[in-house]
Structures are given as structure tokens and as C-alpha cells.
């Protein structure tokens, strides 16, 4: 299987800064995507960030040009710089991965949530 562990939330005020981390273990033969969701009080999940194998990297429209997506490939990581945050930002942040085990199976992982508040 492939687990994955979370860290970084936490409160910040409107305009400061967070990174989210998430690392991804287990017996994993490559990965094929990663992204980072949110979902918000009374919300759906949304996709916030995701970096495909080739390195395309969707955004979306909310976070463009505050969050930045990346990995480190040795270290099976990916990592979620926000900057300038907005109270609107508030929500519970789950990572994602799609990994291929060594055995042959496709796995579609998710983290146990990371809480971040942005306060006004």
C-alpha cells in the first residue's frame, strides 16, 4: 500500500505564509500524480494544486500566482507553498498521490487532512 503523512497546517493571519508537506511511503515502483485538495466548511473537495509526472501543473484559478506545487522525486515528497493567504483559504487540505506499487497495483492515496485557518 501507500501511505501518505501530512504536516504544516495551522493559523496564519490574512497575507502571511504556510507550506504543506506530504510524504508518501510504502513499497511505491513511481508515481504517476500528486495534488493537494481542500474542502471548506459547508463546501465540496476541490482541487487546489496538481503536478503530473511530466510536471504540468494545474492551479486553480483562486490560488494562482499565491501557492506553488512541487516534489522532490528522490524523497517521494510534495510540497504546497501558499502565500498571501485570504481567510477564503480556510479549509481542511488533504494530499493526494497516485502511485504504482512494486507488486504491479495502482494506488489512489489520500493524507488524513491538514487543518488551515486564515484569520481576517
Known amino acids: 500500500q501507500v501511505q501518505l503523512l501530512e504536516s504544516g497546517g495551522g493559523l496564519v493571519q490574512a497575507g502571511g505564509s504556510l507550506r504543506l508537506s506530504c510524504t508518501a511511503s510504502?513499497?511505491?515502483?513511481?508515481?504517476?500524480?500528486l495534488g493537494w485538495y481542500r474542502r471548506a466548511p459547508g463546501k465540496e473537495r476541490e482541487l487546489v494544486a496538481g503536478?503530473?509526472?511530466?510536471?504540468?501543473?494545474n492551479l486553480a484559478d483562486s490560488v494562482k500566482g499565491r501557492f506553488t506545487i512541487s516534489r522532490d522525486v528522490a524523497k517521494n515528497t510534495v510540497d504546497l507553498d501558499m502565500n498571501s493567504l485570504k481567510p477564503e483559504d480556510t479549509a481542511v487540505y488533504y494530499c493526494?498521490?497516485?502511485?504504482?506499487?512494486?507488486?504491479?497495483?495502482?494506488?489512489?492515496?489520500w493524507g488524513q487532512g491538514t487543518q488551515v485557518t486564515v484569520s481576517s
Open positions: 493526494n498521490v497516485v502511485a504504482q506499487a512494486t507488486w504491479g497495483t495502482w494506488y489512489d492515496a
Open positions: 510504502g513499497s511505491i515502483l513511481n508515481i504517476d500524480r
Open positions: 503536478l503530473n509526472n511530466g510536471g504540468t501543473t
